[in-house]
């Protein structure tokens, strides 16, 4: 079977319409949303040929320590944070492919399956963390989102004051060089070039595709048709914007209520673009009929702040709902169809599945450290079983263990960068992109100094009375918060993590 992975960078799941269900957003899970109707047709397609999953956690946070939970079967957060992949990561296209840069026909020959790359996420070229493309059989990398270092063109730049100074400045040079119409914008750019991967080789058998989309992600600067869907002036307001937003509360960072729901209606508009350009991968796959021998899986890597806790942007803080619960819709050829499925899910799982789905052999050195599970049999059966927990987190930062009933946020014992101990780094490749730590020297272990938490306490909610995790109930339900902080401390000992973890977060090490 084909396999074709779809991830949009930053998708909240109240703005996808299988999962909002045509209410406002201000009904379905953050009271702090608008009124606004958002409608994704076309993610509505694929839940209809497949199965929507509603309680899908991310793992690793942010963008490219999510991608590693993708590559490697392992949640990279425990152990460390935004980098690479190490040398001696099993990454998932190797697995699929072999070494690259080989010969197709030899590939073939020994039964090897042919991956492709179609990605406009520039990170992953980005020093620090860019060589997630090397293992694919072709990669392709569309030019112009946020600080990619493509068009220098001394040109007059009509771009929002407060982006001038800073590295999207890049973006829009970019943006003024090479948009011309909306199919210029990169989202369109991205699903054109992957249609054309299809067309290209759709005779390869058990081929994999991996479409990585960074819209909705910032730059917030959708073309003015679909802003006017949420903000009918457009473009068009008297207070300063930029194409980001602060990550930080609002009121903090001197927002108005009119620059936040400027920043909401962008995104939104963010969205509407990414389904509409989306749309015409589903025409391919229609015209193409491989429906019926691929397996389609669309999701994210984590949501944003949009307002939610007073809050814009992702990280700050804990990964509550908005950022940690996410879209996840699998289509089978045969299974599932229309349906929807409860089990708890991570990004971890699409390194198994994928592997399963092409007739890929997990070598038994993987499958004692992998923290990911197959999800093939939950889409044939509603009862299979996967994980009694998900758990998410940032390197450095308080860890979100869930069962999906109540949700757990353990902040660590001192969250100073002093305090903040023991915290090692594991791995021989550094990240160039976060520069929140020191590290110490290297044998393959750094000690990690300098890496300040989240100035939060320990939070403890009930999803079922309070989705969105506005109340913090550490304090009123002591015999809960025990029974999850025990939960979390047998979670740890189980995936391996390291033994300082316990120390850390003041949890009482397992018998």
């Known amino acids: 079977m084909n396999v074709i992975t779809i991830l949009c960078d930053t998708l909240r799941r109240d703005h996808c319409t299988p999962y909002n269900h045509g209410k406002s957003l201000n009904q379905c899970w953050s009271a702090e949303q608008p009124d606004w109707v958002v409608q994704t047709p076309n993610i509505d397609r694929l839940a209809s040929r497949g199965t929507t999953f509603d309680q899908a956690w991310c793992g690793s946070t942010p963008c490219m320590p999510a991608r590693r939970d993708i590559y490697t079967g392992r949640y990279e957060f425990l152990e460390r944070g935004w980098g690479p992949l190490e040398d001696d990561d099993k990454d998932l296209p190797r697995q699929l492919s072999g070494m ?24 992953l070229w980005e020093q620090g963390s860019g060589n997630y493309h090397m293992g694919y059989t072709t990669h392709e990398f569309i030019r112009g989102l946020e600080s990619d270092a493509w068009r220098a063109d001394p040109i007059p730049l009509d771009c929002p004051g407060w982006d001038r100074m800073e590295k999207v400045e890049r973006h829009w040079r970019n943006a003024a060089v090479e948009r011309h119409t909306i199919r210029d914008w990169s989202a369109f750019r991205v699903f054109e070039t992957a249609s054309e991967w299809l067309g290209r080789n759709v005779a390869h058998q058990d081929f994999y595709l991996h479409i990585d989309c960074f819209q909705p992600h910032e730059p917030y600067d959708p073309p003015e048709k679909y802003l006017r869907e949420f903000w009918p002036d457009g473009y068009s307001v008297s207070f300063p914007w930029s194409g980001g937003t602060p990550y930080n509360k609002w009121e903090e960072a001197g927002y108005s209520r009119d620059q936040v729901r400027f920043a909401q209606a962008r995104y939104a508009a963010n969205v509407r673009l990414v389904d509409d ?6 025409d391919q796959l229609d015209a193409l009929n491989l429906w019926e021998n691929t397996l389609v899986v669309f999701t994210t890597d984590h949501g944003t702040y949009n307002g939610d806790h007073g809050r814009l942007g992702k990280m700050q803080t804990h990964e509550h709902d908005a950022v940690g619960h996410i ?15 409860e089990q708890l899910v991570q990004l971890v799982d699409l390194y198994p599945t994928t592997l399963a789905a092409t007739g890929c052999e997990l070598p038994q050195e993987l499958a004692q450290s992998l923290h990911g599970i197959n999800l093939l049999p939950v889409l044939e059966d509603a009862q299979a079983p996967t994980r009694d927990y998900a758990i998410c987190g940032q390197f450095g930062k308080s860890i979100t263990l869930t069962d999906g009933d109540w949700i757990l946020h353990q902040s660590p014992a001192d969250h100073t960068s002093a305090g903040n101990q023991p915290l090692y780094w594991y791995g021989l490749h550094t990240s160039r992109f976060l520069p929140d730590y020191t590290l110490g020297p290297s044998d393959g272990t750094r000690r990690v100094c300098h890496c300040e938490s989240w100035p939060t306490p320990t939070w403890l909610s009930n999803k079922h009375e309070d989705p969105n995790e506005l109340t913090n109930l550490s304090a009123a339900a002591p015999t809960k918060l025990a029974d999850m902080q025990a939960a979390l401390s047998r979670k740890l000992d189980a995936l391996g993590a390291p033994n300082e973890l316990h120390l850390r977060l003041a949890l009482e090490p397992n018998a």
Do not use: W
């Not at 690259?100 to 990170?123: Q, W």
């Not at 350009?277 to 589903?282: I, N, P, Q, S, V």
């Open 100 to 123: 690259p840069n080989r010969s197709i026909l030899k590939m073939v020959e020994e039964g090897r399956h042919i991956s492709g790359l179609v990605t406009d996420h520039f990170h």
């Open 277 to 282: 350009a989306l749309g015409l991968l589903l």
């Open 327 to 341: 879209p996840f819709i699998m289509c089978h050829p045969a299974y599932g169809h229309g349906q929807r499925r």
